[in-house]
């Protein structure tokens, strides 16, 4: 995984595309200077972390005589340095600072900022491997852009997790479904102690065509929310299944999600509230 220098325009999607770095497991450091990137390899280095991208832009401007030999100096450690830079035209530019209300980081009048800044970053855009002009782009289009760019697109996974009703649903789902009306093995008592793993336990709840009906829709469902929130730029989905005490329908019904939505990258989390039959 590339060692990824972002870099661009004041208001050109930085933001936006540190974000969706770090949404996708980038340790991510802002407002870097040059002189500083070979420290933070051979910290990261140290650490084991392998997807790292550090920003440098105008407001490092005091530092940019050490680009060059920053810049050299990476490059002959890391193969893989990457260095991303965003532009955007004047007038969108303009009408972003107009939105947001901020700043320039230059500080005088916005125009000549602009102008300044290009001048002050031409450095950067020279050695950049990537240029993307983000003009007609909304967050949402530079975020899947950049997962392209890094060959990110695949790096989603859905979380699943079964919960009981009555010790609270979870504060941390995406969405939280309710698996209540399948039939509840607990009012059979040679199934009351085991759980929704044990294959007679799971047959129990999705007996009767009504049952297997409600599955199917439940897990089109889930499939749907899932592929929505990817298409997004999401990297994780959680969807937690509730029944009443967590032991047999929402973690039978978790269980089966997870055989039959692999595709998605389907990792249980957590049976949060399912007891060991042998404990």
């Not at 793993?197 to 049952?211: H, I, K, R, T």
């Amino acid at each position: 995984m590339p060692f990824v220098v972002v870099s661009g325009l004041s208001g050109s999607g930085k933001s936006t595309a540190l974000r969706t770095l770090e949404d996708a497991g980038f340790f991510i450091t802002d407002n870097l200077p040059p002189e500083l990137w070979g420290a933070m390899h051979d910290l990261v280095h140290a650490r084991g972390l392998t997807r790292v991208a550090i920003s440098t832009d105008v407001r490092t401007r005091d530092f940019m005589g050490a680009l060059e030999d920053s810049y050299v100096r990476l490059s002959r450690r890391r193969e893989d340095l990457r260095v991303l830079f965003l532009e955007a035209n004047d007038d969108v530019l303009l009408k972003r600072y107009n939105f947001t209300r901020r700043e320039h980081p230059l500080g005088e009048n916005l125009m000549f900022d602009f102008a300044r800044e290009r001048e002050l970053l031409a450095p950067l855009r020279s050695i950049a491997d990537t240029v993307i002009d983000t003009t007609a782009l909304s967050a949402k289009d530079l975020a899947a852009q950049v997962l392209r760019v890094f060959r990110l697109e695949h790096d989603f996974h859905l979380r699943l997790m079964s919960f009981g009703f009555k010790h609270a649903p979870p504060r941390d789902a995406d969405l939280v479904l309710d698996v209540r009306s399948l039939p509840n093995p607990y009012y059979d008592p040679e199934l009351r102690p085991r759980t929704g793993l044990d294959p007679e336990v799971a047959a129990y709840a999705f007996q009767g065509e009504a049952s297997e009906q409600f599955y199917a829709d439940l897990r089109d469902f889930v499939r749907v929310a899932a592929e929505r929130a990817r298409t997004t730029g999401r990297h994780g989905y959680t969807v937690a299944i509730g029944c009443t005490g967590g032991q047999h329908r929402s973690v039978a019904v978790a269980a089966r999600l997870a055989h039959d939505l692999k595709d998605l990258n389907v990792g249980i989390m957590d049976h949060r509230d399912m007891k060991d039959p042998h404990e």
